[in-house]
């Protein structure tokens, strides 16, 4: 974790909006929350056209739902969302009423990567330094 | 929010049930939490053929999965899975035993919309009158 | 639930390798909480060539996320992340930097099933036993 996940309607991002959108997410989680950038995933998932709805009628609405681990202060994800927001719209173009931002908070106790159960928040340098060896073994860090 | 996510195998809904879906769940949502439609997206997520599994077999299930913001009364959220589940019943024609509906709850706090952290369950007119100028600005109410 | 979301690229597994891992995650999470089979899905969700990024840069990491009901204990939950990751290494012969695992915990009260409230964790035979002519009557058990 973090994996975020950018659902958009079939055809409205160009490869290298995505590119940037991808590269930007992951600085602006590691800016505002001092995690490594290796921990930042983004996913993007393509919804077939006319498959989103909104007040019931069919919309143009785009998602950026990240699953973080939690512990971040509130000032923290609410300056995350905002970021995030501000994002989307410089590099798409599209106004801010149809795109909804989420985060959701999850326990790091309850993620593996690397094989390693994640540390939490603010615990990053801790768990780097105990699993050095295994990390470079695999090639991380 | 809500984001309501319905998972279902390619080829077994037409548009015109997909529609019917759409609005039906916008209605039961506002009924049941008094939130306004103008909140509720429906994202429809399309599986390959043979890729859903139930008990380690392929299997028909679809699955209802609606991320809502916390607060609301335990029997409002029962109400809505099973208004859910009949409307799916009705609509599609499948048996009850090929659905899942879940509910997962978010604090509002986490979500932005519109450019705007969202309201406490039940402090939607405040903050439609509070953010007035701004949601007209964006062609919303 | 649980609902095992296994997000993957276009291509990577094949329709044997997703059938053993399916029928897999299914035999872990029974054996690890005594939960029925029935109740374990498993979705497949198949991911357009790089559309993930791990770092800001397109990677090759997959995800398996599972949405269960709350009320396991920490070490059941940590014994079923390394099992699932030692699944995928085994089966996929993908190296273990390339899979993020994760569990996202859930009341059950928040998830229907065959027209039903889900049991609490560990409530399952007295739910079967309760609605046992219902289930009949739906083919199950």
New interface residues.
């Given amino acids: ?1 973090p ?1 975020y996940q950018v ?1 958009y309607r079939d055809g409205l991002l160009t ?1 290298a909006q ?1 590119d940037e959108i ?2 930007e997410i ?2 602006l989680h590691t800016t505002a929350t001092a995690a490594p ?2 921990f ?9 056209d ?8 069919p ?1 143009k ?1 785009s ?1 950026i ?1 990240g ?1 973080i681990r939690d512990g971040r202060p ?1 000032d923290v ?2 300056e995350l ?2 970021a ?2 501000a994002l989307w719209v410089r590099v798409t173009g599209h ?3 149809q ?9 790091p ?7 390693l ?1 994640l540390p939490a928040a603010g615990q990053e340098a801790a768990w780097f330094q105990e699993h050095h060896e295994r990390l470079a073994a ?3 860090r």
Same sequence: chains 1, 2, 3.
């Avoid at 006319?50 to 009628?57: D, I, P, Q, S």
């Fill in positions: 974790m994996i659902i490869n995505r991808a590269a992951t600085r950038a290796l930042v995933n983004v996913v993007f998932n393509i919804v077939a006319a498959h989103v709805y909104t007040a019931g009628k919309s609405m998602f739902i699953e509130l994800r609410q969302l905002t995030l927001s106004p801010e009423s795109l909804l931002v989420g985060l959701r908070e999850n326990d106790a309850n993620a593996m990567e690397l094989g159960i695999l090639g991380v």
